[in-house]
């Protein structure tokens, strides 16, 4: 199996309030569930196509197509198959950064009572010209890659207030609960889908993104709506065993085998806990629809 950097790269200042995580996802290296997280984000499709569900509703992303999650927002990907995988740039930033901008580019705004929303989806050729500076300067790394990252993150950000998005401003009311950070959240999901049933580690994955259990737990069930990580990488192995019953290329028996857990009599019991019925009936009712 592929590594993440393979499909993956990430960037963040100092100060973990702006970034960037560039991407090539197809449907075998990740698989996500609904989520949520406390920064705006900003996706650019460089390339191919992918769906991305925000609000309820299904957005088809096509190259040049740019999209803004607001914090909070529930939200997840779906990409193309492996040999033609889904690849775009995600830019994200604090509420603190975005209401700097807003100050500089003379928006009126009290973030002290309200707050900004981003609504639909578009399509402008210069934020796809940055975002594509933005992925070169990720790749080459040369002397001055990371001014030149930040100046096009915030030149992006000018453009989508310029031309793109509907902007609402809403009255701030309850505060958001705290979150996993998006990045963290990101690559705690690009984890889960590296594993199977038998070699999930919550330690492992907490060492990884570089937090402490307690912590991880406590804001990744804020940002996932689950009681747990392990809930949520159960019902992340169960989505990816219904797509492959579906499919049906594969015994149930190797379905099983191929998501990593010991024995069928296991897996048919967490399938059963997450989907509330039995591998064969399902299966069985997928057939049915299909005649």
């Known amino acids: 199996m592929k590594k993440p950097q393979d499909f993956s790269q990430f960037w963040f200042t100092s100060d973990l309030e702006m970034g ?73 930033l604090t509420k603190r950064i975005l209401n700097e901008v807003l100050k500089d580019i003379h928006i009126p705004f009290d973030p002290a009572s309200n707050h900004i929303l981003l609504l639909g989806k578009s399509r402008d050729l210069k934020v796809l010209q940055l975002a594509q500076e933005v992925y070169q300067e990720l790749q080459k790394r040369e002397q001055g890659y990371e001014i030149i990252i930040r100046s096009c993150i915030l030149q992006i950000l000018v453009y989508v207030f310029r031309n793109c998005m509907e902007t609402v401003i809403m009255p701030t009311q309850t505060p958001l ?40 737990i406590r804001l990744f069930k804020n940002s996932a709506n689950m009681k ?40 048919s019991t967490v399938f059963r806990s997450v989907s509330g019925t039995t591998p064969n009936r399902y299966r069985q009712l997928e057939s049915e629809k299909s005649v």
Not at 32 to 51: A, K, M, Q, W
Not at 57 to 82: F, S, W
Not at 191 to 202: P, T, V
């Open 20 to 92: 960037l995580h560039h991407f090539k996802y197809s449907e075998v290296n990740f698989e996500c569930l609904p989520h949520s997280h406390g920064e705006y984000i900003i996706t650019v499709c460089l390339n191919r196509d992918f769906d991305y569900y925000i609000r309820g509703k299904c957005v088809h992303m096509a190259t040049g197509d740019l999209v803004v999650t607001n914090p909070g927002e529930i939200h997840h990907g779906c990409y193309r198959p492996a040999d033609s995988p889904s690849e775009g740039i995600s830019l994200f």
């Open 177 to 216: 609960p705290r979150q996993l950070p998006w990045w963290q959240m990101n690559q705690s999901i690009e984890y889960m889908n590296a594993r199977g049933k038998s070699s999930f580690r919550l330690p492992e994955l907490c060492t990884q993104v570089g937090t402490s259990s307690s912590r991880f």
């Open 228 to 267: 747990d990580p392990h809930t949520y990488f159960n019902a992340l192995l169960i989505d990816k065993a219904q797509k492959m019953l579906r499919m049906g290329e594969h015994s149930i028996k190797e379905v099983s085998y191929l998501l990593g857990f010991h024995n069928v009599s296991h897996f």
